[in-house]
């Protein structure tokens, strides 16, 4: 069972990653095309700045469960080094619920705020409902969840266990 979740977290994990990659070099390229509009063309486009704001949003978010699975989001580095084996897994624990906790809120609220949102549209993309810039919070909250799970049954702390 815990191969198997171990391995689900690692596909989630590394979709979430890809997902943030995707959405870094997303906004890469609609920054350059919004600078050659601007000021090679002389045409500035003003879509561009607000996706680029949305797509470095869903970074944030997408990317956000890696940092949970490498232990490097929320750790308390100074009581982790102090800590004896024991000592170690309780403040792995007071800080996976503590981060569970925070990530309940952040998919309940932030599913509720979506759903609020979808009436108002994007401006410079009016097309476009608020929703889909909303909905980073709850989906990378949930891809969160595999992160902090993942790091509690197998914790990965190769840079505070190296530190000196």
Do not use: N
Not at 25 to 37: E, R, S, T
Not at 114 to 125: D, F, N, W
Not at 135 to 147: D, E, H, R, S
């Amino acid at each position: 069972m815990r191969h198997a979740f171990l391995a689900f977290e690692r596909r989630m994990t590394a979709f979430s990653l890809f997902v943030a990659c995707a959405m870094l070099i997303a906004a890469a390229c609609l920054g350059l095309y919004q600078i050659l509009a601007r000021f090679v063309f002389e045409q500035p486009a003003e879509w561009s700045e607000v996706l680029i704001r949305f797509t470095l949003i869903w970074m944030v978010f997408m990317g956000a469960p890696t940092a949970f699975r490498q232990g490097a989001m929320v750790c308390v580095d100074l009581a982790h080094r102090l800590a004896g084996p024991i000592g170690k897994r309780v403040l792995d624990w007071i800080v996976a619920v503590a981060a569970l906790v925070l990530i309940g809120f952040m998919i309940r609220y932030g599913f509720d705020y979506s759903y609020r949102a979808r009436v108002q549209t994007i401006s410079g993309l009016e097309s476009l409902s608020m929703t889909w810039a909303y909905l980073a919070i709850p989906v990378g909250a949930i891809f969160c969840v595999f992160g902090v799970l993942g790091c509690l049954i197998d914790p990965r702390r190769h840079e505070l266990d190296t530190s000196q």
